[in-house]
């Protein structure tokens, strides 16, 4: 091989060096070689919320190939406290950080991004052949309380499940019943679909699942948790109108057990756990969260009257 061929290569060789060090460098100071639609992370998520996250990140990784994200499903009150520990990027959970909790990472210098994308509700669900579907907000705290323990028409004990301890449903009731802890006859299964299976096999049982589980009702699965099951309506107080868990009544807040989905972020603005957030915030997440029947944060949906002659 003639001298000027191999000083060609050498440089070539070197030239290829030269790029690759500086495109290294710049995926490390975006954060570990992730961008908005490449990498692979991990995102921490309330179980309540687990359809929702599943099609919007089966969505995700479909348009952006080289994009994998892990989705670690645990109970909020154990998320909340890891998100704010340091130890992960990225959550979804039912509300925005307290200015209290801002002003601790802030002293920590961990810049924290806060977004909600939607309007979601808890729901009630109880066996097909348990006529009692219709109930109060005072009735539910009563019944978390201890204070009812029967159901009216099939006079059988009231057995509440709820998915887990310290979970975003867990914590919702709780704070509804305005009670530190729950009576002997409330258990915590192991998931919002250990509910569904438990009150579809137990006539007494009164299950509090999150709604997107049973919202979708173009989803096979959601049609396959529905056998079995009636979703109840609720009332805001003893006497008045009940109202069913549908996106219509969450927004005009007829129905009572609205709660907010939160993205909370501290991970590089340029990397995968930013990319993910702007993406189930903007116009394609957004029509995955109208299509699960809960609220968009920002394209709320039309209400449209109808009027009979």
């Not at 994308?117 to 808890?122: E, K, M, N, S």
Request: aromatic fraction near 10%.
């Amino acid at each position: 091989m003639k001298r000027i061929e191999i000083l060609k290569i050498l440089s070539i060789a070197k030239l290829w060096f030269i790029i690759t060090f500086i495109c290294s460098c710049t995926r490390s100071d975006r954060g570990g070689g992730d961008t908005h639609r490449s990498g692979n992370v991990q995102f921490y998520v309330d179980e309540s919320f687990k359809p929702l996250f599943t099609t919007s990140v089966d969505t995700f990784e479909g348009l952006y190939p080289r994009a994998k994200i892990d989705v670690i499903y645990e109970p909020e009150g154990i998320i909340i406290d890891k998100f704010l520990n340091d130890s992960i990027k990225a959550i979804c959970v039912t509300r925005d950080l307290s200015n209290e909790e801002k002003l601790f990472l802030a002293k920590k210098k961990i810049n924290v991004k806060t977004d909600k994308i939607a309007i979601d509700a808890v729901a009630l669900i109880v066996n097909q052949s348990n006529p009692d579907s219709l109930i109060s907000v005072d009735s539910i705290a009563r019944i978390l309380k201890g204070e009812i323990t029967n159901w009216k028409s099939i006079k059988t004990k009231i057995n509440v499940v709820f998915d887990k301890a310290n979970s975003a449903n867990f914590n919702y009731m709780r704070k509804l019943a305005n009670i530190k802890n729950f009576p002997i006859n409330i258990y915590a299964v192991d998931g919002n679909q250990e509910v569904i299976d438990y009150v579809k096999n137990n006539k007494s049982a009164l299950g509090i699942i999150g709604l997107n589980w049973v919202s979708d009702a173009d989803d096979p699965k959601t049609v396959n948790f529905m056998k079995g099951l009636t979703v109840m309506s609720v009332s805001t107080k003893n006497g008045g109108e009940h109202f069913k868990p549908y996106s219509g009544y969450i927004y005009s807040e007829e129905y009572p057990l609205t709660r907010e989905i939160w993205l909370l972020n501290k991970g590089n603005k340029n990397g995968l756990h930013s990319g993910l957030v702007l993406f189930m915030k903007g116009e394609k997440g957004q029509i995955i969260v109208q299509k699960s029947a809960l609220v968009p944060a920002t394209n709320p949906i039309r209400l449209i009257e109808i009027k009979s002659e």
